[in-house]
């Protein structure tokens, strides 16, 4: 069967430290991992990364790493044990009754009536009429007036069950909290240690928060890809929007939270627009959330949930992420085998194999001409079986990824860090290659033999190289050449 073009990003957890697990999620053919730095400690993040790369090694995979930083997730604080819950510290608030966030409180006195908040700002920053969503909306309160800018008052518009330390939205947006919290720039140096691929600042409201966080991260002497987790209502609005896409390396449309910012009704078109101009401006996409929720605790995925991946890879996502499905529910890797099937089938579709993007651009870099033109060739040509783009920084692939294709793209690289940028691309395929050589021919050959050990090459196929003058350096790919396997590798 073909390459899966989408790759499948799968969030480690206790459930990937069982024995065996990770080993299965290699198998199932996972392409990145994601480290949830909203859980867990940094000792168990560098035990993970260090486990994925020996699993990388044993299985000669290359497998790329994600920290995702906490952000400014607002939050209640925590409720009294309950009598009637069995000790449970969680109440049930019942439509239409009283209830109070209260910065003054404190923090284990909530109660059927109250709870306490740690963000301080939030009282100045909501009005009598905005509306509250609690644990991703399960729970609604409509703000009645706020009390000397400490108690805020409410209803309670949708009741429903409410337990410790969940997260708080206002529904439009507007809070200003900072997308980097002190705990983040602490993660931000365990990620540097680990030496991420990349790294997803949460709640970021411009531009600024991700050239804060590429800044810190240079600072640690990491230059992992950064990547925007779009959860705030303001960051969908432009210009804004570009902006953000803009100031990212990969974005990642981050439907929890931002689904209960703008409204479910709403999340849809955005979820669409925002891989489409992600593209455009050439960057990589990741859909997250929920895509298989009902597999932490299913073997099968529900139909709806297949029909969301499918969705997701017609639109055109680079990759699609598994959250609890995999860090803490009961199959990850049938989870990640769900996938890996949906994807491929939808990857048939003849729609997501053409391409018009940028055909009526002028081009001012070569090596992105040269990207395009290559791209182009493949998809006009017969017998084209691959592309082998020789890369030192990883723009040539991710270029030539932004065109709708179904022949395979090879990023050949000795750069470690640009072998894990590339696993987050759309139909590009990683291959460590070191190349001493000067001669033009003679790359030729190795590529080629490399290929052929590979299993992803055979005599008769045609196969598009491009590279630059052999020099190692960046921004350097100007030749394009067209071989045929098993015919001396002529034109």
Known sequence: MALRRTKILATLGPATDKPGVLEGLFAAGVDAVRLNFSHGTAEDHINRANAVREMSKKTGRRVGILADLQGPKIRIERFKPNAKENGAEKVWLHNGQDFALDINLDYTAGDETQVAISYEPLPKEVKAGSRLLLDDGRVVLDVVNVEENLRINCTVVVGGYLSNKKGINLLGGGLSAAALTDKDKEDIKTAAKIDVDFVAVSFPRCAEDLHEARRLLAAEGCYASIVSKVERAEAVVQPTMDEIILASDVVMVARGDLGVEIGDANLPAVQKRLIQRSRALDRAVITATQMMESMIENPIPTRAEVFDVANAVLDGTDAIMLSAETASGKHP?????????????????????????RVECTFQRVDEAIAMSAMYMANHTDDVKAIVAMTESGSTPLWMSRISSGIPIYAFSSQLHTLGKVTLYRGVFPMYFSNESQDHATVNREIVDLLRTKGQSKNGDKIIITKGDLTGQQGGTSALKVVTIGEGLTP
């Not at 579709?349 to 993007?357: C, E, G, L, V």
């Open 333 to 357: 890797v049938l989870a990640v085998e769900a996938m890996d099937r949906v994807c491929k089938e939808t990857e048939q579709q003849p729609s997501i194999r053409t391409s018009k993007h």
